[in-house]
């Protein structure tokens, strides 16, 4: 089962801090939805541990994240893979492009994710909605997190 | 199913100090829900505090114009409830729609209700008759009850004790079920109150219930079937699935709240 989500934000900080922070795993950590550990274990490769929560299902995901077509300070693809074990797997990716506006920069991502085993039983009802929510607010979440720590530093 | 330990505490007040100090507690209502989870590991609760043994959470009264429901009465018992038919008879339809009779029998309001699930149907009768979800420690309005999908206001360690339901004008509700889970695909609740007309819609929208003011505008300016003809749901705010597509879903939420106004008499 494939799904597709697209996004944007505005933010207000300079193109260099916002792909700054695309890599740096402590912010990326924060920002994932329900991620417990993030290491880096390779120049492009990271460790994750996930649990991600649905109504009445609870499952920890163990993953690798990796990133490619890197392009600084333009853009990535981040993309990951997750095993829950007898729940299923999930894996997806996003592109992600980082444009200059006058006010900062602006995000815009397309993001895409499959899932398999019982995971994808329970419908899209319940998945579609939770891959779009943790996406929506992955990206919310970094978008705070860049402005923040900019203002942080300022 | 992983192991996990079970407690059945005889008050409620128990079962909210039990999720307060035991790990990873998670409560029991009819398990319509919870147990399939269980069964398919999905989920892993270290104790499932099963609420079916606690009185007070019961039982179906009337006092005044407020119609009070245990969070754990069954919907088999409000389908089939003479108060609640007296009393808001599209809310008793409405529980006879839901599932099976086996679900009905072990299902419960307040479960339902905490579940949120974006197809369920009694949160669609909550949310459009005003209902008023009364928990362990505050009253809470259906309005700002619901979250978005499976996301309520409950607190982690927060029991429903019952719902509420005011006297409501005329009300119908219509669903077009699917045919093998008997979720809606889309359900509609209309109520022709005085101060307006609410109409609820479950089964559709991508956060949810949610109320469909556009609809409400129109019959609240005239209450007639054909007032909902120049009005439609865009289609990209519903759910869309292998059972259908947003377009789909938004069509048949028009006809059904046609239909639900046609019940009602337009």
Known sequence: MALEMTGSYDIPVPREKVWEALNDP????????????????????????????????KAKFKGKVFLSELDPPSGYRISGEGDGGIAGFAKGGAKV???????????????????????????????????????????????????GETHEGV | MYAFDYQRPSFSQDAVSMMRSLEEP??????????????????????????????????????GDVL????????????????????????AE??????????RNRGTIGGSLANNDPSADYPAAALAL???????????????????????ALEEDELIL?????????????????????????????????DGVRVAVTGVGQEGVFRWKEAEAALTARFAPDALEGIALDPHTAMSD?????????????????????????
Do not use: W
Not at chain 1, 27 to 53: D, F, H, M, Q, S
């Open chain 2, 26 to 63: 998670k409560l029991l209502a009819g398990g319509q829900t919870l147990l399939p989870t269980l069964k398919q590991r999905l989920a892993q609760p270290g104790t499932l505090v099963d609420l079916s043994r606690i009185p007070d959470l019961s039982g179906i009264s009337v006092a």
């Open chain 1, 97 to 147: 492009e980082l444009s200059e506006t006058q006010a900062g920069t602006t995000l815009v991502y397309t993001a895409e994710a499959q899932i398999g085993g019982k995971l994808a039983q329970l419908g899209q009802r319940l998945v579609a909605g939770t891959a779009k929510k943790t996406a929506d607010e992955f990206f919310k979440n970094f978008a705070e997190a860049v402005t």
């Open chain 1, 26 to 57: 402590a912010i990326l950590k924060r920002c994932i939805p329900g991620c417990e550990e993030l290491e880096r274990t390779g120049e492009t490769e990271l460790r994750a541990l996930v649990v991600a929560k649905v109504g009445p299902v």
């Open chain 2, 162 to 194: 019952a719902v509420e339901f005011p006297k409501s004008g005329p009300a119908a509700y219509r669903k077009f079920r699917n045919p093998a889970s008997r979720y809606a695909m889309a359900g509609v609740f209309v109520v022709r109150g005085a």
């Open chain 2, 68 to 91: 009070r429901i245990g969070a754990m009465t069954r919907h088999a018992e409000v389908a089939t409830s003479d108060l609640v038919h007296a009393h808001s008879p599209a809310l």
């Open chain 2, 94 to 103: 409405l529980a006879g729609m839901i599932g099976d009779p086996a679900v």
């Open chain 2, 130 to 152: 005003g209902a008023t979800l009364v928990t362990d420690r505050r009253r809470l309005a259906a309005s700002d009850f619901f979250r978005g999908l499976f996301e309520t």
């Open chain 2, 242 to 266: 292998l059972h259908g597509d947003g377009a789909y879903r938004a069509q048949l939420t028009k006809v059904m709240a046609r239909r639900a106004v046609e019940a009602i008499g337009g």
